[in-house]
């Protein structure tokens, strides 16, 4: 079974940096397409940033400039590095694989994702 597990969470004033940590297992698809997802209070959950079996990445323009996705050399981890947080980057964050081709922009489009991380910006 594929299992992902965020860390990295937690309480930052605005203006301030969080790291997201994200280490999958089980994953057999060799390059998959990785990505944060968030879900705001109240809201649909949203595609925060995605990186391809290539390399490339994709962010919400609600993001651009301020947030950074790294994949891992193994191609199973992935970090997302949040810097100038604002508080309407107040969220559960959650790592999201797609195992087959393919980089979705939609949430419901990935194959599995992790229990989350809350990210609280004040």
């Known amino acids: 079974d594929v299992q992902l597990v965020e860390s990295g969470g937690g309480s930052v004033q605005g203006e301030g940096s969080l790291t997201l940590s994200c280490v999958g297992s089980?994953?057999?698809?060799?390059?998959?397409?990785l990505g944060w997802l968030r879900q705001l209070p109240g809201k649909e959950r949203e595609t925060v940033a995605t990186?391809?079996?290539?390399?490339?990445?994709r962010y919400a323009n609600s993001v651009k400039g301020r947030f950074t996705i790294i994949r891992g050399k193994d191609h199973r981890s992935v970090t997302l590095q949040m810097a100038d947080l604002k508080p309407d980057d107040t969220a559960m964050y959650y790592c999201?694989?797609?195992?087959?081709?393919?980089?979705?922009?939609?949430?419901?489009?990935?194959?599995?994702w992790g229990q989350g991380t809350q990210v609280t910006v004040s």
């Open positions: 999201a694989v797609r195992l087959n081709s393919g980089c979705p922009t939609r949430p419901a489009d990935f194959s599995a």
């Open positions: 089980g994953i057999t698809y060799r390059d998959p397409c």
């Open positions: 990186v391809d079996g290539y390399g490339g990445t």
